[in-house]
């Protein structure tokens, strides 16, 4: 089975610490993603990347910056975290074909108090 | 630019009723268009995806789409719905030429009721 793997379910954290949030895939896919989760909103991509040390801006990434030093692992990171980034977090992985879907860790629902 | 457009945010039906989602796209070039459904509390798991191929697409849990180019939607049915089938829904649509991944919908909540 594929699988992609988020460290944490729950986060909670205070306004102004740095936070990571990890993901890993065992599926030797090129391309990973992290979205933001947002009721009434969909997914919001915020960053990918389509090899290592290589990575695009999605369409919110002000305020998280991330890092691919591994073709298994992408990290996302809360540089200063806000109240405003509460929010469920989703990393995808997919392969480099177009015609493919993605497929998703299981989230990380992140709290900044 | 590509988008995704869920028509009604909230869906009850029946147990054993007609589900029908919604979906419609804006794409310069054929996309290609998929269905995801999300349990509570779970990750994204994928349920059919069009990709130019037949325009009839059956997916897992008994769910299938149709693409219609000429009214730019991949709406999602299911005869019978069951309890189990209560999530929520998303749609996604990928632009060919881009190795940027999917822009999704914004969800549509199913709730079957007994």
């Known amino acids: 089975d594929v699988k992609v793997t988020q460290s944490s379910r729950y986060l909670v954290k205070r306004t102004g610490e740095k936070v990571f949030l990890e993901c890993v895939q065992d599926?030797?896919?090129?391309?990973m993603f992290w979205y933001r989760q947002d009721p009434g909103l969909g997914l919001r991509l915020i960053y990918f990347s389509y090899d290592v040390k290589m990575k695009e801006k999605g369409d919110i990434p002000e305020g998280y910056s991330v890092s691919r030093e591994k073709k298994e692992r992408f990290s996302l990171i809360l540089e200063s975290a806000s109240t405003n980034q509460t929010s469920m977090y989703l990393c995808?992985?997919?392969?480099?074909?177009?015609?493919?879907?993605?497929?998703f860790g299981q989230g990380t629902r992140l709290t900044v108090v | 630019a590509q988008s995704v457009t869920q028509l009604g945010s909230h869906v009850s039906v029946s147990e054993g009723a007609l589900v029908l989602l919604r979906c419609n796209y804006s794409?310069?070039?054929?996309?290609?268009l998929f269905w995801y459904v999300q349990y509570p509390n779970q990750g994204l798991q994928l349920l059919l995806k069009?990709?130019?191929?037949?325009?009839l697409v059956k997916g897992i849990n008994g769910f299938e789409a149709e693409f219609k180019k000429s009214e730019t939607s991949f709406h999602l049915t299911k005869p019978s719905a069951h309890m189990s089938d209560a999530a929520e829904y998303f749609c996604a649509v990928r632009d060919p030429r881009s190795a940027r991944q999917l822009t999704f919908g914004s969800g549509t909540q199913l709730t079957v009721l007994p």
């Open positions: 599926m030797d896919h090129e391309n």
């Open positions: 995808a992985s997919s392969p480099p074909g177009l015609s493919g879907g993605a497929f």
């Open positions: 794409s310069s070039v054929p996309p290609y």
């Open positions: 069009y990709t130019s191929a037949a325009t």
